[in-house]
């Protein structure tokens, strides 16, 4: 048991001791951000009962907050029907 700690402490130091460089750091940025924001506008357009009763720049920022939250979103319509 003591083996198995010490050796997830030792792959978890490893993993955090990695260096990355700026460009590195903005390219896995965008890898995984461009398919969350995809998915995050397809959710959107398809739940937009919300939006019917909003009215000027409250409708854009209530958008904009549902692409960023979707996945709490997702979570909450599961769990209110």
């Not at 997830?8 to 924001?37: C, H, N, Q, W």
């Not at 398809?46 to 019917?52: G, I, P, S």
Request: hydrophobic letters at 50%; glycine letters at 8%; proline letters at 2%.
């Amino acid at each position: 048991m003591r083996k198995d700690v010490r050796d997830v402490l030792k792959r978890l130091d490893r993993l955090l001791a990695y260096e990355m460089k700026v460009s590195e750091f903005l390219g896995t940025l965008l890898i995984l951000g461009i398919p969350y924001g995809l998915v995050g506008v397809v959710w959107s357009l398809t739940h937009t009962a919300h939006l019917k009763q909003l009215h000027g720049i409250d409708v854009v920022v209530s958008f904009l907050g549902s692409i960023v939250c979707w996945p709490v979103l997702t979570f909450a319509n599961v769990c209110m029907t």
